[in-house]
Each structure stands twice: as C-alpha cells, then as structure tokens.
C-alpha cells in the first residue's frame, strides 16, 4: 500500500493535488472507494483498508481517495458542495483507471460512473439527521438548548458545525436532498454478517466482515 | 406478544460499544451510560438513538431526549419501552 496523489479539478477551472492510498500493480482489476462520510469515514477506514488488503491478495488493484476537505485533503471543508465531490471522484477514478467503485455508506452518494457497488448506502438527510442531532446532544450537555428547526435554517444559509465537521451551507443544502443513485449493486450488512463497524463508538475492525465484503467483491469483479 | 425490548437493547449496545458476547448482559438498571462511558460520546448517542428508531420501529423526538433516559440502561429501556407501546 502506498500514498498517491491524483489532481483534483476546481470550480474555478484550477486543479488541486488530492491524496490517495493505493494499492497499484498495474492490474487489470481496478477498484475506486469512495469513502464513509465524516465520522463514519473515521470509524470505517480501518476496516476500509483491511478490505484493501485483502483484495490486493486476491490480484486486484484498489484506490481510496480523499473527498476534496476531508483527511489530508489541503482544501477546506466548508467551500465544498456535492457537485465538486462528484466530479473529484470521476476525476481520482480516470487518474487511477478505474474499472469499479464502491461507495461506503454516504460514499454512495458520489461514486463515479462506472459499475459500482453501494456498501450499506445512506441518504445524505439519515447522516445529517445524525449529526444534528449530536450537535443538540452536545450543546444540551453544555447547558444550551438548540433545536432542530433553527439550526437547520442556519446551517441552510451559513453553513454549521456538525459534529466537529464545518459543514458549509452549499453541501448542507446538496446533502439533504441527496440519494444514492439507482442501478449500483446494493451490498447490505447482512450479507457481511455482524453489525456495521460504523455504529460502533471507537473505531474498530473485523477481519471476518473484511473477508466477507472483499470475497463479494472479488467474485463480481472477477472477468 | 412477549416483549423483547430489552433483549434487542442489549444487542444495539453491543454493536455501538463494540461489547464481547454476554457482556451487555451483566447491564441492570442502574448500568450508567452517557457520562459515564467515556466512548460514549454526543455522536455515538446519536448513533444509538438511530439504531433504536430503526430496529424498534419507532421515531425519538428531538425534545424527548433527555439526561434521565439517558444516564441508565434502566432508564433507556423505560423510555423504548414506553414508545414502543405508544407506536
């Protein structure tokens, strides 16, 4: 597994050097990942990775990018919307020559257009829900009352804070509309087997749903 | 119909703390929660409360969340259970 970089186009016409982990060998079977979303993608990268390994073991190429603002990405978090996610991720799948994708949970929401896999896929409104309502449970803890109304209507015009993540207003907007795009090849939890590593509190792993959702992989990518 | 409530809380806690087979058996009804497990954090509640909407068939309003449900697994399971009736 190595680093990469891939360059990332801009609104503004510009382009931006995005990171990447890669498993490349110049195979003929190439897998894009498009990330859990947030929280999620640091409770998921674990597992993610472990998935990684085991399809390079199995002869297949794997590439996890950053979504432009996330991890190492040197973008900030609030300038970004849906559409700039999806066309990072079309450009990370042509730079790396992509034959699949698979989205992870909200990664579902912009995986390129290519034959893709959806792992567990989310509306972008369930993982906003979420985060809501943890921002009201955290400022409850601090002796301040939100709600729900509000904060909406503030994160809708300005932008908000969620969970620690600056969401800003134009990807707050895209996300609360957002679905995973019909025709993907839905793969649900309980053909993994267990419960989904992305409810648990801390991150963690399993080596029996990493072998699960790679052996799945691998069968259907499998000229 | 035999409630299973409490059966299918102490499996929504094991899958949110990453708990070992049996040990969210051990929870009576004074098992402290949220301030008290410190991987028990505001995003992970919120996580918890999903899971329980979605595998309890019920929806939490925002102004029913509360400190007291929260604290206790006692507490919890009153609260499920008394939406679950409700629903």
Not at chain 1, 86 to 105: E, I, P, S, V
Not at chain 2, 26 to 47: C, I, N, R, Y
Not at chain 2, 51 to 79: A, C, N, Q
Request: charged share 25%; glycine share 10%; hydrophobic share 45%.
């Amino acid at each position: 597994m190595t680093p990469a970089t891939w360059l990332c186009p801009l609104p503004d016409g510009g382009s931006q050097e995005e990171q990447a982990l890669a498993f490349d060998s110049g195979r003929a079977c190439r897998l894009l990942i498009v990330p859990a979303l947030f929280d999620e993608g640091n409770r998921l990268r674990r597992f993610t990775v472990e998935v990684m390994r085991r399809l390079d073991r199995a002869g297949m190429d794997s590439v996890l990018p950053d979504l432009p603002g996330t991890n190492e990405s040197l973008s900030g978090l609030p300038g970004q919307d849906a559409r700039h996610w999806q066309d990072a991720m079309g450009a990370a799948a042509q730079h790396f020559r992509a034959t699949h994708a698979l989205g992870l949970r909200g990664g579902c929401l912009f995986t390129p257009p290519l034959p893709a896999f959806h792992y567990a896929p989310v509306k972008g409104a369930q993982i906003l829900r979420g985060m809501l309502r943890a921002r009201m449970l955290a400022s409850r803890e601090a002796g301040l009352e939100e709600n729900r109304e509000a904060l909406t209507a503030a994160a809708r015009e300005d932008g908000l804070v969620l969970a620690g993540y600056p969401l800003g207003s134009a990807l707050f907007r895209d996300l609360e509309r957002l679905e995973p795009a019909t025709g993907a090849s839905v793969i649900a939890q309980d053909r993994i087997g267990g419960s989904g590593l992305w409810l648990r509190a801390e991150p963690d792993e399993d080596a029996a749903q990493a072998d699960a959702l790679a052996a799945l992989l691998v069968e259907a990518m499998q000229p | 119909m035999q409630d299973d409530t409490d059966l299918l809380l102490r499996r929504i806690l094991t899958d949110v703390l990453g708990l070992k087979q049996g040990q969210a058996e051990t929870f009576d009804a004074d098992t402290g929660l949220f301030g008290h497990l410190p991987e028990l954090d505001s995003m992970a509640v919120a996580g918890l409360l999903t899971e329980l909407e979605d595998r309890l068939d019920i929806i939490i309003e925002d102004d029913e969340i509360d400190g007291e449900m929260l604290e206790t697994f006692g507490g919890l399971l009153d609260f499920a259970k008394a939406k679950r009736t409700a629903a």
